[in-house]
DNA sequence: ATTTAGTTTAACCATTTGGTTAACAAAAGT
DNA sequence: ACTTTTGTTAACCAAATGGTTAAACTAAAT
């Protein structure tokens, strides 16, 4: 007989939501299948179709959730009312925690906005939500006139800020198979970045 | 008479490789349908079956084709001998160029690798030919002791270095769709990134 | 104790999908 | 000429997959 442990304080629509988190995130939303979700889940499949109707609606929900979690930190530095170099420090500290223990975020998000762009970036910025970059490539360009950094498309300086954050957790089994570097590294790595990168940003920008 | 080329249109063979090539790299492996292929190539589907003998037989095909676009940049920086800025720039260009290409290149490569990492990165490196990014390494630590950079961890210089490179290529739908920019507007940021990238890299380490 | 509403399951169904077969056409040998 | 090999197709098949149904179970409400 199987013994169920801690997951039997759980409800059956959190016991779900854990496994479809699961197994979307990491197999992808083609190759997930509903039976291995209820699988996942330790429930009949079936039961997936009546607290969801169907794969769609199950995806949407999870992934939502996820993508929550991950532009919410971009917006961040767009809302944020703060010195240039100390709203870098803030976003850049954020991310990598957030990163650090979801991992397969990026990838995860990223890649399913790529196969359906407006479907999916319209369902997460439903009405006016959507990120306004204005305010801070304006403190940019006024950072410039004032003369406290060097000249640079604030463009080109916000996706340099977003990529070197962002990548390693997209490209993390690239590099440590590459770099043959345990698990453990990267993650030490990655905790270092929190401090390398607006080191390495500001080094690049102050005048 | 005028004598005509041979093979004026593609062979079956270069028509369904480029078909698959579209459908894998569009879709994804799992979306992809060999019916979808079948399609865009105008054969049967049976067709495909005589030519590749089954679905993974030509995804690998596929795969190991990107993947030999998208790594050897890597590698290039490992192998090259040069200076260290000018090493730096020609990474860059390259990686540009090429990637401008085949925007898609980096995320179907790194989606499918994280899928199935063992899998993936056995295939692409059989034994010898992996990247040793050593020699980069130990030209970045003499530049320092040299005193001509100044003191940063070169495997965190290596990251930035590609982060910067390849991610805007990965996330571009989603800069486009935030950013609210056309796609000609993004294709001229990523040639400007030719020079900016080497400059905001430079600015950052040069002593 | 009986009803009722929500929960869960086994069995089933329809469609999609990768893959095969057999027939046939076009080249290539002989 | 005719035989063999290669290229191509329509029809078909079995397995996988998303989804449904009806019945059974459970716990609370009457």
């Given at each position: 007989m199987v013994k169920k442990k801690?997951?039997?304080?759980?409800?059956t629509e959190d016991k779900i939501l854990a496994a479809a988190r699961k197994v979307f995130t990491t197999k992808g939303k083609a190759a997930a299948r509903m039976q291995d979700i209820a699988d996942e889940a330790g429930i009949n499949k079936a039961l997936l179709h009546y607290y969801f109707r169907d794969k769609n609606k199950l995806f949407d929900t999870i992934f939502l959730a996820e993508a929550k979690k991950f532009f919410p930190r971009i917006n961040m530095i767009f809302e944020l009312e703060a010195p240039l170099f100390e709203k870098i420090e803030k976003f850049v500290a954020e991310y990598v925690d957030e990163m650090r223990i979801n991992p397969y975020l990026p990838l995860f998000v990223l890649n399913e906005i790529n196969h359906d762009p407006k479907r999916f970036l319209q369902k997460i910025w439903g009405k006016g939500t959507m990120p306004k970059p204005e305010k801070f490539l304006q403190q940019l360009d006024s950072e410039i006139k004032k003369g406290?950094?060097?000249?640079?498309?604030p463009m080109q300086l916000l996706m340099n800020m977003i990529s070197l954050t962002i990548f390693p957790f997209v490209a993390e089994p690239m590099f440590t198979y590459v770099l043959r570097m345990p698990d453990k590294k990267f993650d030490e790595l990655m905790e270092q970045r929190k401090v390398e990168i607006p080191q390495f940003i500001i080094a690049s920008i102050k005048k």
């Open positions: 801690k997951q039997q304080t759980l409800s406290t950094i060097r000249k640079i498309q």
